[in-house]
């Protein structure tokens, strides 16, 4: 069992490889792989996309529209994704704006893609489809914040003088993955958090909190001292710029109990 694991997982790297490729060969051109959602809500939103001139959605926010609108993305991970990448095959050899996943103010921007008929295979839109599903998680392990568990963290905490920062919040919560895409991915958020906290993120669903500590709603942000005392409890999903007071303020509340 262990071996045909670790041969899927090997298989799943393969094709995902192979997809990047077809993707820079097919896509690229018109779709940019990675903006921050902060940026492009700034350039769609505010700037009309006269801001970052942008040809076509980029990867991320399709990877993560797609895996939010077609099918169910609290089902089976497998079916899933064959919904998604069924989706996606379809509409590159029939485009249709009417039919697109992305929002109205960023579809507008854009021109009709061109039909890639004849110009793709279909295994070839499978490969692309799993690296299509794939990147949204590859870009938040790559960028966004680092968690460790509380018993770490608190060692942590004590050794470099930091704050914990708990994010309590479940699997199937919206804006607990909201903010993951937008707000703690962003680089002056991370950097942020690495300069002066240590945040763990429990799934209150399927684990208790520590210090008997309890959340109602998710995401609640819980703010720790090295000593274990609780600075504040704060329930709610942030934007980048309310987050980042909130950072302060658990600075500042630290300062207070020292």
């Given at each position: 069992m262990k071996t045909l694991m670790i041969i899927g997982i090997m298989l799943s790297s393969l094709m995902a490889n192979e997809g990047k490729v077809l993707f820079d060969k097919h896509c690229a051109s018109c779709h940019t792989p990675f903006i921050p959602m902060e940026k492009l809500k700034e350039n769609f939103l505010d700037h009309n996309n006269t801001l970052l001139h942008l040809k076509a959605p980029t990867l991320n926010q399709l990877s993560y529209r797609l895996k939010q609108r077609i099918g169910d993305p609290k089902g089976d991970e497998d079916i899933?994704?064959?919904?998604?990448?069924a989706f996606m095959s379809d509409y590159v050899l029939h485009p249709d704006k009417q039919k697109s996943v992305c929002l109205e103010e960023v579809v507008r921007n854009f021109d009709t893609?061109?039909?890639?008929?004849?110009?793709v295979t279909q295994e070839e839109l499978d490969k692309i489809g799993e690296y299509l599903y794939d990147f949204d998680k590859k870009v938040i392990k790559e960028k966004g914040v680092t968690y460790e568990g509380f018993d770490e963290a608190l060692k942590r905490a004590?050794?470099?003088h930091k704050i914990i920062m708990i994010e309590a919040m479940?699997?199937?919560?919206?804006?607990?993955?909201?903010?993951e895409h937008e707000v703690l991915i962003d680089d002056e958020v991370v950097?942020?958090?690495?300069?002066?906290?240590?945040?763990?993120?429990?799934d209150i669903k399927k684990h208790q909190l520590p210090l008997g500590l309890k959340a109602?709603?998710?995401?609640?942000?819980?703010?720790?001292?090295?000593?274990?005392n609780i600075l504040s409890n704060v329930p709610g999903a942030w934007n980048k710029t309310d987050f980042m007071q909130l950072l302060r303020e658990a600075k500042t509340q630290r300062?207070?109990?020292?």
């Open positions: 899933h994704r064959m919904e998604v990448t893609m061109p039909s890639l008929q004849g110009k004590k050794k470099e479940s699997e199937d919560c919206h804006f607990c993955r909201k903010m950097k942020a958090l690495k300069k002066d906290f240590v945040p763990v993120r429990i109602e709603l998710t995401p609640t942000f819980i703010f720790v001292d090295e000593k274990a300062k207070e109990k020292e």
